[in-house]
């Protein structure tokens, strides 16, 4: 049997980064985001974020895709929250995301960083964020 442990902080946007997840509906849609992960054997540690973006950090298992477990993730959140009827408009996902690794020993650091978005956001836009975000972490972004 394989034993794997690696730990992956995503992010990702509404699309268009509405400003669709409001304080009303938040909650829920982590909740069930965190619940449905669960449910697929994704294991999830925690989700939280802010009014146009999610954060999570989960652990990969040794027969998991990042790919995979972001479309799982993303596509049916996305469909429940249309079914729940919970914003007026069609809800989407943007298509891209980030994903890192984090080691075992930043884990804490970025659960509190995730568990404390709304203070955080009161500090710093998700641009400020995704803008840092890039930079930290040295990806490429290609304009179209």
């Known amino acids: 049997m394989p034993f794997v442990k690696i730990w992956i902080h995503a992010v990702w946007a509404t699309k268009r980064r509405e400003k669709l997840l409001n304080k009303e509906i938040r ?4 909740e069930h985001i965190h619940q449905n992960a669960l449910k697929k054997e994704i294991l999830m540690d925690c989700v939280n974020g802010h009014i146009e973006h999610v954060h999570c950090l989960f652990r990969l298992k040794n027969d998991q895709t990042i790919s995979k477990v972001m479309q799982l993730i993303k596509g049916e959140s996305s469909f429940w929250v249309n079914k729940q009827k919970l914003i007026k408009s069609n809800f989407e996902w943007q298509d891209e995301y980030f994903a890192v690794s984090v080691s075992e020993s930043q884990v804490n650091t970025v ?3 995730i568990q404390n978005q709304e203070t ?3 500090k710093k836009t998700f641009q400020q964020e995704y803008d840092a975000f890039i ?4 990806f490429q972004v290609f304009k179209q």
């Open 27 to 30: 909650p829920a849609v982590f």
């Open 111 to 113: 659960r509190r960083y």
């Open 120 to 122: 955080h956001h009161g």
């Open 135 to 138: 930079e930290k972490y040295g």
